[in-house]
């Protein structure tokens, strides 16, 4: 399980980290899933503190729907 927060309307970097600790689950935004992807894609795999889960662990791998 996983929040998603679609679109660009709410700055959820600042917030996300308290939210996946709240939750108990990951939480991804839009910009969040293009840069995981982008980043991926280049093979870069430098952690991005302060944005979630999914860009802090280069090994965090989602699982398949």
């Known amino acids: 399980d996983a929040l998603y927060i679609n679109g660009g309307g ?3 970097a ?3 980290d308290y939210l996946e600790q709240d939750l ?3 939480v991804v935004w839009a910009l969040a899933a293009e840069l995981w992807h ?5 093979g870069l795999r430098d952690p991005v503190d ?3 889960r ?4 280069p090994q965090y791998r989602p699982a398949p729907a």
């Open 10 to 12: 709410w700055d959820v």
């Open 24 to 26: 108990g689950m990951p």
């Open 54 to 57: 999914l860009l802090k662990d």
């Open 50 to 52: 302060g944005c979630g």
């Open 14 to 16: 600042p917030v996300v």
């Open 38 to 42: 982008a980043y991926r894609t280049l």
